[in-house]
């Protein structure tokens, strides 16, 4: 079985300045991991996937987050944030092999300007 | 625009009522799922199904009743709800029943149990 733990709730960062969400996860086969945002009344939208290959990830809205084999963990970043990126964070992770799909409890990023 | 439309918005019901939330998607995806979404608890996956059929069931209470006539609709039949209930109900669809494929989420019906 897979897990996912946000260590943070709430991030409040001010406007330019970089961020970094934490997401780490447990589980005892390969896993394919995910962020998704959702801005407030909306849905959830994929920022970003890690399937395999290159450990970076880029994805939209100038967000990137780097797979940890050996610390169990992919955090999402980014250099320079604005107001428009206030939202709630989701990471979730995925076996290559079962059909089970576990989402983080989330952490709210606050842009201050 | 999403690609997946869910209705309503907003929904206030009371313990004894009988409401329907309603999903489409017009994305041509074959798997169509339901999450619930409580404050400050991971998503909770309810039902998905693939081309019409039901594939998974968390073992959700039997007052939640879904059902998915096309593969383009799914909708959830509510009745005799608990003030637990309230939450945000979320559809989302993925190409196939793959959940590494990345799902398109509509924007939810937040649904108040009075």
């Known amino acids: 079985a897979q897990s996912v733990t946000q260590l943070d709730s709430q991030v409040p960062v001010f406007e330019e300045a970089p961020v970094e969400l934490r997401c780490n996860y447990s589980s005892s086969v390969s896993v394919y991991l995910f962020w998704y945002v959702q801005y407030p009344n909306q849905g959830l939208q994929l920022l970003l996937k890690?399937?395999?290959?290159?450990?970076l990830v880029k994805g939209i809205n100038g967000f990137e987050a780097e797979f940890n084999k050996s610390q169990t963990s992919f955090h999402l970043r980014k250099p320079s944030v604005h107001i428009r990126d206030t939202a709630e964070y989701f990471c979730a992770v995925s076996s290559n092999t079962g059909n089970q799909f576990y989402f983080g409890t989330g952490t709210s990023l606050t842009v201050i300007p | 625009e999403t690609g997946v439309t869910q209705t309503p918005r907003h929904l206030v019901m009371g313990m004894t009522n009988k409401k329907s939330l309603k999903c489409e998607q017009h994305?041509?995806?074959?798997?169509m799922y339901w999450y619930k979404q409580s404050a400050k608890k991971p998503l909770e996956l309810m039902f998905v199904y693939s081309l019409e059929e039901r594939v998974e069931n968390n073992s959700v209470p039997s007052r939640f009743s879904p059902e998915c006539p096309n593969s383009s609709h799914l909708f959830l039949h509510l009745h005799t709800l608990q003030p637990e209930d309230s939450a945000l109900y979320l559809c989302a669809s993925s190409q196939v029943a793959g959940f590494n494929y990345g799902y398109t989420f509509g924007s939810g019906t937040r649904l108040t149990v009075v």
């Open positions: 890690y399937l395999s290959g290159s450990t």
């Open positions: 994305l041509g995806h074959n798997a």
